[in-house]
Nanobody
Framework: QVQLVESGGGLVQAGGTLRLSCVASGTIFKSNAMGWYRQGPGKQREVIAAIYSHGRTMYDDSVKGRFTISRDYVKNTAYLDMNDLKPEDTGVYYC?????????WGRGTPVTVSS
């Protein structure tokens, strides 16, 4: 059974930092590039950061220079370090493969950035 469990979200003031974590099933994690997706209020879910098996990373322009994605193969965990948070970063954050190869999603972890 596929497992995706996100954590680390919360309420933070603009300019603050958060670290999100995602524990994924071993097979899914080791065999695919992993990414963080964000769904803002009234918006579609979109990928904002991805990390590939050889370590290459990709970031959406909206988070480039502020967010850092990483992964730990021993812990089957992906991380998203978020710095200089802005109100427009508010949303629910999910992890999943990139591109999507499974239909299942975790519950996500909510992030609220106050101005």
């Amino acid at each position: 059974q596929v497992q995706l469990v996100e954590s680390g979200g919360g309420l933070v003031q603009a300019g603050g930092t958060l670290r999100l974590s995602c524990v994924a099933s071993g097979t899914i994690f080791k065999s695919n590039a992993m990414g963080w997706y964000r769904q803002g209020p009234g918006k579609q879910r979109e990928v904002i950061a991805a990390i590939y098996s050889h370590g290459r990373t990709m970031y959406d322009d909206s988070v480039k220079g502020r967010f850092t994605i990483s992964r730990d193969y021993v812990k089957n965990t992906a991380y998203l370090d978020m710095n200089d948070l802005k109100p427009e970063d508010t949303g629910v954050y999910y992890c999943n493969t990139v591109p999507l190869v499974i239909r299942q999603w975790g519950r996500g972890t909510p992030v609220t950035v106050s101005s």
